[in-house]
Nanobody
Framework: QVQLVESGGGLVQAGGSLRLSCAASGSIFSISTMGWYRQAPGKQREFLAGILNDGRTNYADSVKGRFTISRDNAKNTVDLRMNSLKPEDTAVYYC?????????????WGQGTQVTVAS
């Protein structure tokens, strides 16, 4: 099993910045993709950013240029730096990892961290 724990959420004024972090632990053989998603009240969970273990990244259009994803393969961590935050960025943010654990490959999710952007 793999556990993902997010941290760094909170309340910020519009235009401000936050940095989210996620640490993976447990019986990890390898992690390929790590990413961030969010879910606002009444909306579906949406993809924000992903990063492969070779460092290649991709972003949703809604956050491109404002959010930056990075990871530390040695520590099994992934960060999301969020700049120029807008009230519409308010949501619960989730970390995701595609990992091989005990011979099986599956997707893992963190418990989520709340980000609130005040106007």
């Amino acid at each position: 099993q793999v556990q993902l724990v997010e941290s760094g959420g909170g309340l910020v004024q519009a235009g401000g910045s936050l940095r989210l972090s996620c640490a993976a632990s447990g019986s990890i053989f390898s992690i390929s993709t790590m990413g961030w998603y969010r879910q606002a009240p009444g909306k579906q969970r949406e993809f924000l950013a992903g990063i492969l273990n070779d460092g290649r990244t991709n972003y949703a259009d809604s956050v491109k240029g404002r959010f930056t994803i990075s990871r530390d393969n040695a520590k099994n961590t992934v960060d999301l730096r969020m700049n120029s935050l807008k009230p519409e960025d308010t949501a619960v943010y989730y970390c995701n990892a595609a990992a091989i654990s005990r011979g099986s490959r599956r997707q893992y999710w963190g418990q989520g961290t709340q980000v609130t952007v005040a106007s």
